[in-house]
């Protein structure tokens, strides 16, 4: 049976997944109000996010870029806090850890997929 190790662990696992269907909310509801161009509309969400996300790292300290650095930072947090939660004190809390590193590389590798080509003409 599975019980619960860290009850402080519990409420940070929660406050983290509210954060993230909060955040989520918000993030979605700026772009579908935002005025940009046709180009970036059909980009889609995860462009939007990206992009603002990015603009954080410029130095835009704006309340949207700060709204989507709290959802990453939530979904990066998420995992490990809710696995610790009922692991803590096992022996399969390596695997805890393991699996949070491999979702913190998924997303890092779905947010910030890398430079895109170049189109390159002969």
């Given at each position: 049976?599975i019980?619960?190790?860290?009850?402080?662990?519990?409420?940070?696992?929660?406050?983290?997944?509210?954060?993230?269907?909060?955040?989520?909310?918000?993030?979605?509801?700026?772009?579908?109000?935002s005025?940009?161009?046709?180009?970036e509309?059909?980009?889609?969400?995860?462009?939007?996010?990206?992009r603002?996300?990015?603009?954080?790292?410029?130095?835009?300290?704006?309340?949207?870029?700060l709204?989507?650095?709290?959802h990453?930072v939530?979904?990066?947090?998420?995992p490990?806090l809710?696995g610790?939660t009922f692991?803590?004190?096992t022996?399969?809390?390596?695997?805890?850890v393991?699996?949070?590193?491999?979702w913190?590389?998924q997303?890092m590798?779905?947010?910030?997929?890398?430079p895109?080509?170049?189109d390159?003409e002969?």
């Open positions: 049976m019980s619960i190790q860290s009850p402080v662990l519990l409420v940070l696992a929660a406050i983290a997944g509210g954060a993230i269907v909060y955040l989520t909310l918000q993030i979605r509801k700026a772009y579908l109000l005025l940009t161009s046709v180009e509309k059909s980009a889609g969400l995860l462009h939007f996010y990206r603002n996300l990015e603009l954080l790292l410029d130095g835009d300290k704006s309340k949207l870029t709204t989507c650095w709290g990453y939530s979904l990066h947090l998420f490990l809710a610790l692991y803590l004190r022996d399969a809390n390596f695997l805890v393991i699996l949070t590193i491999l913190n590389m997303l590798q779905r947010v910030f997929p890398g895109e080509p170049a390159e002969p």
